[in-house]
């Protein structure tokens, strides 16, 4: 990575106020019932899991790579 690059996971001040929200929505759900905090755990879950994904570029389409190809050297 390059010195002025910015860095490939950076967590943003809407994503710090979405995992503030998740905590405090389980805390609640906890409060509610069992059944309720250990679903909203597993929402939770499922929404970190695909906000790293995103993150870390996985839906992104591949790219052509560059392919070597070799050439006969030319002898005369």
Not at 57 to 72: F, H, I, K, Y
């Amino acid at each position: 990575m390059a010195f002025m690059e910015r860095p490939t996971f950076q967590l943003t001040v809407g994503a710090m106020i979405g995992v503030v929200g998740c905590v405090a929505l389980n805390f609640w759900l906890f409060r509610v019932g069992i059944f309720w905090g250990i679903l909203g755990l597993n929402v939770t879950k499922h929404l970190a899991i695909a906000y790293l994904c995103h993150a870390i570029g996985l839906d992104r389409p591949a790219t052509a790579e560059a392919t070597l190809v070799a050439t006969p050297a030319n002898s005369q």
